[in-house]
């Protein structure tokens, strides 16, 4: 059976649906934290929903407007929907950002503001789901003199015509922050209720989902189909359309296929080598880990297509990957997991991410940037060769196939450094080895796993290097929107220049605190310890007296022009307050340094 491919994606607009119902159901969602009862109102809205709206409807619950390959986006920046809601209300741009800053969340601002305005709805004609649809679409396309202004009368139009309800969504889906607690999971749980109530004999009952007990293994073979033929199609638009054409044993079909993005497998994390071992089995494969941004490289003929993690197109960006993977690629069709690595061009030396992931977006200029910015493609799987799916094949063979499928060109394309061993000490000989040649750390992976598409699961590992925490102090912070709005959520942290005294910024946090009281230290305490040291406020952000150090953990000192200290931290969590520590014990610029320096063996 063939399905869509996403390049023959269309979206037929011949949509009735009223735009009200979507937000009575959004409305609904948002109005219960229990997944069961949102699996339940999702269901029965599915029901209802035609044949035709399927693809726009399944978009817009994710809070969507183009599917997850395209990398168009919306661009609407929460200042520009402040002005927009006031130019459609006519209320001061002055009272919109104050109520703003007391709510945290513009969807209410707008549904408050425009029920104030009375005098609407009685020349109104509803708003239909298609005229939401078209016109939010439209928004990334417009571009030169006069933008903004289209924009905003886009989205006005559609303000205008909104009930206060609608208008609340509308601005929510805009900002792409539609907090109604729909996970992929839910998604493919409602499916389910959907489509096969009755066949699997389902009844929800006072919040309690009722099933038989022969009837529960039947549901969960069931809603694993649907999740894998979620993975293999990454839209449930689509596994929708089958089930509804050929029920349940149509989604035995939908298989991988080339040209169609697929779900990257994901590591855990494992302590260290034994703990690795212990994950993975022994022997086991390690590799190194590459500090780079994955690929997931589908070749079909001549053809090739380029997919981020997030499963975004990127080929266009990235021409040289296209003439590495047709030059020394040795298959017709095949799909390659890879990191992609930056270099320097003069020296050959390997680049952390960073230097290279304006590469990513940038659609103009490609061809000189990638003189600038070359890249190296290291490829460690293979889910696909010549029209068979490799994704239940054991690793070591997938490996076995890999070799023989690419021939290796330094600086271009070549395979991820691999051994296979059971010994510790050689593994621990390799880790270094990777460290002192800059790598983030190590992969070790289970030699007879398949290829689990989308699941964290064990069956590969990283192992990265801790980094000792750091105590740095509080300078500034900000407060958080929606439920958090009350709350200091994310805090501005410094190190000190122990030459000058001064303080330098070092980067942000707003992990590691707690929403409830309890272990650990909640958002409203440190909100408590921080604001009768507020020294100034601006908008949402306020200068804190740096009195407060915390110690924060991170998972790499990165250089950074963003922060005075030149430095950021990657992955930056709070682990804890250290109040009984003075300001002249704080780490250094002068620590960072040296740490920065050592992390990775850069020594
Ligand atoms: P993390 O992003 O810390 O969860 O680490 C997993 C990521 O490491 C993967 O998503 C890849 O982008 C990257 N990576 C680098 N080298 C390898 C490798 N040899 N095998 C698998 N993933 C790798």
Not at 531 to 539: A, C, D, E, V
Request: with cysteine.
């Amino acid at each position: 059976m063939l399905l869509p491919t996403n390049l023959k994606y269309n979206l037929k607009l011949d949509n009735n649906m009223l735009y009200k119902k979507l937000a009575t159901l959004y409305e609904k969602l948002e109005g219960t934290s229990k997944r069961l009862e949102k699996t339940y109102y999702l269901s029965e809205f599915l029901k209802k929903t035609e044949k035709s709206d399927i693809e726009k409807i399944i978009l817009l619950i994710q809070g969507r407007l183009f599917p997850p390959w395209d990398t168009k986006e919306l661009g609407i920046a929460a200042n520009l929907m402040v002005k927009t809601i006031s130019i459609s209300t006519g209320i001061s741009l002055k009272k919109i950002k104050e109520e703003w800053k007391n709510t945290g969340d513009l969807g209410n601002v707008a549904q408050n503001k425009f029920s104030k305005k009375k005098q609407q709805s009685l020349f109104k004609k509803p708003l239909k789901v298609n005229k939401v649809f078209s016109n939010l679409r439209k928004l990334p396309d417009i571009e030169g003199k006069g933008a903004q202004d289209k924009k905003i009368q886009y989205i006005s139009e559609l303000l205008i015509q909104a009930e206060p309800l609608e208008a609340k969504y509308i601005v929510r889906t805009i900002l792409s922050d539609l907090r109604i607690g729909i996970g992929q999971g839910t998604l493919r749980d409602a499916i389910a209720w959907a489509y096969f109530k009755e066949e699997l004999n389902l009844k929800y009952k006072d919040g309690e989902l009722e099933i038989d007990k022969e009837e529960r293994e039947k549901y969960n073979d069931y809603l694993e189909k649907i999740q894998h033929a979620y993975n293999m199609t990454n839209e449930f638009s689509v596994v929708i359309k089958v089930i509804e054409k050929q029920g349940i044993k149509g989604l035995d079909d939908i298989r991988l296929r080339v040209k169609t993005p697929v779900k990257m497998m994901l590591f855990q994390k494992a302590e260290n080598i034994d703990d690795a071992f212990e994950t993975v089995g022994r022997p086991a494969a390690f590799e190194y880990k590459y500090d780079g941004f994955r690929i997931q490289a589908h070749k079909d003929d001549k053809e090739v297509i380029l997919f981020t993690r997030r499963l975004e197109d990127v080929t266009r960006q990235f021409p040289e990957i296209v003439k590495y993977i047709n030059e020394y690629v040795n298959a017709k069709s095949a799909i390659f997991d890879c990191e992609v690595v930056g270099y320097d061009p003069q020296t050959g030396n390997y680049l952390p991410f960073q230097s290279i992931s304006q590469r990513i977006k940038r659609k103009y200029d490609v061809k000189k940037l990638s003189k600038e910015y070359p890249v190296e493609v290291n490829v460690f799987d293979i889910l696909f060769l010549d029209g068979i799916s490799l994704l239940k094949e054991p690793f070591k063979k997938r490996r076995e196939l890999l070799e023989k499928t690419i021939q290796e060109k330094p600086k271009q394309i070549v395979l991820a450094k691999q051994i296979i061993t059971g010994d510790k000490d050689e593994a621990q000989e390799f880790y270094s080895e990777s460290l002192k040649r800059g790598e983030e750390g190590m992969m070790a992976k289970n030699l007879s796993a398949e290829y689990k598409a989308g699941s964290r699961v064990g069956y590969g590992v990283k192992v990265k290097p801790v980094m000792e925490p750091l105590d740095l102090v509080i300078v500034k912070a900000e407060y958080g929107e929606g439920k958090r709005s009350g709350w200091l959520t994310s805090y501005t942290l410094a190190c000190r220049d122990s030459s000058t005294g001064t303080l330098l910024e070092i980067g942000k946090v707003s992990t590691g605190l707690k929403e409830l009281k309890g272990n650990g230290v909640s958002f409203q305490q440190m909100t408590n310890l921080l604001k009768p040291l507020i020294t100034k406020s601006s908008g949402k952000i306020v200068k804190i007296k740096p009195e407060i150090v915390i110690e924060v953990n991170y998972e790499e000192i990165q250089k950074s022009p963003t922060y005075s200290s030149g430095y950021a931290l990657r992955f930056p969590r709070f682990s804890r307050l250290r109040q009984e520590k003075p300001l002249d014990e704080i780490n250094s610029l002068q620590d960072i340094k040296k740490l920065y320096k050592i992390q990775r063996g850069r020594l």
